[in-house]
């Protein structure tokens, strides 16, 4: 028999779960850095033509589905066409065994810097102390070495919290999870912005490095040549960013979606959780720039020396400048330490729940075995980026994984929803509960969107092809990112040849939604 659906306790809930899921790490680290590298404030302007040609049709096509068909990722997809039910395995199977694995173990670093924070125990060179002590890291990514007990132990506990979250219903575990962990992220961030506008050498690098625009940098119609292919790829940088942040292409907001009571404005859910996300970003952005620019000042050296991109932001650029607060700095480190930690709970959790409703939805097996199952596995297959070379694999993972499964992913998303359902089938439904969309949106959704996602997907090619990814051998990256994305995509056929109980295919919808259904 079919286990009864959970739902959210209020449209409240669900958004801030949503949000907590965009909202993660990278909202906080790569957006910056890109702003920095791409223009500074010109930069905003390529983010926002993303965030509403890519970002928002996106983000409707999958809360618009999850809420159509009450269904997880798989189960959605096999309601519209048996033929695609692979699709609807690889978003969830990519961000559990692609992401989740490793974007555990980053948190697991968090949490170790947040306990380092209490006595600022990575010293004065903090680079030294990230790359030769804490992760021990060794010479290549052939060299994986031991695993390292302290990262180990920080993501086994990382999974547990998971587990803890997870393992009941979305009302009683996710949502209320959410609802206390978000105000505190919203909060933590508020009092370091704000701490950090006041810091000296502050406002020059937010006023000269962050909202000053280079508009060269991103003036697709120079005649000049070389101009113009920078500037495409700052525009595609900007639309590869909305995608990630938004986790668009994970199955999550489909998963999200789908515990939604029939009368919600879907529409008007979708264009908060975009802007709620990148005004975070926006926001961020001023207490990273506001640090460095303070670091940059205390050393005497250009901002752009300063401050550097990914992970060494985090854990190289922030602790040092930390340091070198005049005061009250293990109290600013703990903060924001803690605010990674939250954002990065908030995104983890949906990973987790994208893959275990799937699971779940197809197999009719308890929801806490399963979430139990996941977790254990999970945590097991995260093993292999606690080790002295997973630094190494967890870069070679993300770029694959990112710049090809999650795009792929999306593109695919568009064409079927657009081709095979037909997009104003979906339009309908989601303009029905509120908020009208207009149909403008099928020919983003049809033609435009999946136009983008296709450039996005060329110029990782090209660039692939042209030159190794940051130098690593060609055969380690065929082993840990062609390899990986290739035994996610057998995982997802596997799961998709699994028969479903005929009762599971059958939608359950209202009578007044008949014409809409095909």
Known sequence: ??????????????????????????????????????????????????LIVAGVPIMIIEY??????KGSSPLSFVRINRNFEWLGWWMPVVAMFGIMLYYSVVIGWCINYFFYSFNLSWGADTQAFFFSQFLQLSDSAAA???????????????????????????????????VIFMPILFLLTIILVIWSLFLEGASDAIFNHYLHADWSKINL?????????????????????????????????????????????????????????????????????????????????????????????????YPQAISLL???????????????????????????????????????????????????????GSLIFTTRGGLYLLDIADHFITNYGLVSGGLLECLIIGWILKASVLRKHV?????????????????????????LLYLSLA???????????????????????????????????VPWKAEKLKRRHSPEEDELLI
């Not at 618009?64 to 068909?69: A, T, V, W």
């Not at 275990?356 to 399963?370: L, M, Q």
């Open 463 to 497: 660039g692939d092809l042209a030159e190794n990814y940051s130098d690593y051998p060609t055969d380690q990256l065929i082993l840990y990112g062609v390899g990986w994305m290739l035994v996610c995509f057998v995982v997802a056929l596997a799961l998709a040849f």
């Open 326 to 380: 005049p005061s009250m700095n293990v109290l600013f480190g703990v903060i924001f330490f803690l605010m990674l930690v939250i954002a990065g709970l908030t995104s983890g959790i949906s990973l987790i729940e994208a893959f275990a409703c799937a699971i779940t939805d197809k197999f009719d097996w308890p929801r806490g075995k399963v979430v139990t199952a996941v977790c254990v596995i999970g945590f097991l």
């Open 1 to 50: 028999m079919s286990q009864e659906r959970s739902s959210w306790r209020s449209n409240l809930g669900f958004l801030l779960a949503a949000i907590g899921s965009a909202i993660g790490l990278g909202n906080i680290w790569r957006f910056s850095y890109m702003a920095h590298q791409h223009g500074g404030g010109a930069f905003l302007l390529p983010y926002l033509v993303a």
């Open 64 to 69: 618009g589905l999850g809420h159509r068909e």
């Open 144 to 178: 994986i070495g031991g695993i390292r007990i302290p990262i180990a132990a920080a993501t086994l506990f990382v999974w547990v919290l998971c587990w803890l979250i997870c393992y009941r219903d979305i009302r009683h575990g996710i949502e209320k999870a959410s």
């Open 221 to 317: 119609f120079s005649s000049d040549a070389a101009v113009r292919s920078k500037a495409g790829k700052v525009w595609a940088a900007a639309f590869g960013q909305i995608f990630f942040t938004l986790s668009l292409g994970f199955g999550i907001m489909i998963t999200y979606a789908s515990y939604l009571p029939r009368k919600t404005n879907i529409g008007k859910n979708a264009f908060i959780t975009c802007l709620v996300n990148c005004f975070y970003s926006f926001v961020a952005g001023f207490a990273v720039f506001g640090i460095v620019g303070f670091m940059a000042h205390s050393q005497g050296v250009p901002f752009e020396d300063a401050i550097k991109g990914g992970p060494q932001l985090a854990f190289v650029v």
């Open 431 to 455: 303009s029905r509960l509120g908020t009208a969309i207009p149909p403008l949106w099928d020919i983003l959704v049809k033609f435009i969107t999946p136009a983008i996602l296709i450039y």
